[in-house]
């Protein structure tokens, strides 16, 4: 079993950065793809941005795209989201996930979740 831990979440201004992180329990973190979420208030839990066990391959949904950044420490077991020039629409619960296997795809389900850091964006 994989248990996971974000933080870093807080409340900051338009245009501004900040940095989850997601800190795995268990070995071999890095035979595992990870990915970050959200869900927005009165929204569906959506993708965010993933990552391939080695680290390697990196996917985004175009709303983030150029704007965040994930990567990942597996020495440390830790994952990692860098987002930068904040939205309004970024305010959501973050949350990070792990997948069977170490290949990312946005159609695989993931198999553990943390609880989640609260994003909120204001002007």
């Known amino acids: 079993q994989v248990r996971l831990l974000e933080s870093g979440g807080g409340l900051v201004q338009t245009g501004v950065s900040l940095r989850l992180t997601c800190l795995a329990s268990g070995e071999r973190f890095g035979d595992y793809a990870m990915g970050w979420y959200r869900q927005a208030v009165g929204k569906e839990r959506e993708f965010v941005a993933g990552i391939s066990g080695s680290g390697v391959a990196t996917y985004y949904a175009d709303s983030v795209k150029g704007r965040f950044t994930i990567s990942r420490d597996n020495a440390n077991n830790m994952g990692l989201l860098q987002m930068d020039s904040l939205k309004l629409e970024d305010t959501a619960v973050y949350y990070c996930?792990?997948?069977?296997?170490?290949?990312?795809?946005?159609?695989?389900?993931?198999?553990?979740w943390g609880q989640g850091t609260q994003v909120t964006v204001f002007s």
């Open positions: 996930a792990t997948l069977s296997g170490a290949l990312f795809s946005r159609s695989r389900k993931p198999s553990y």
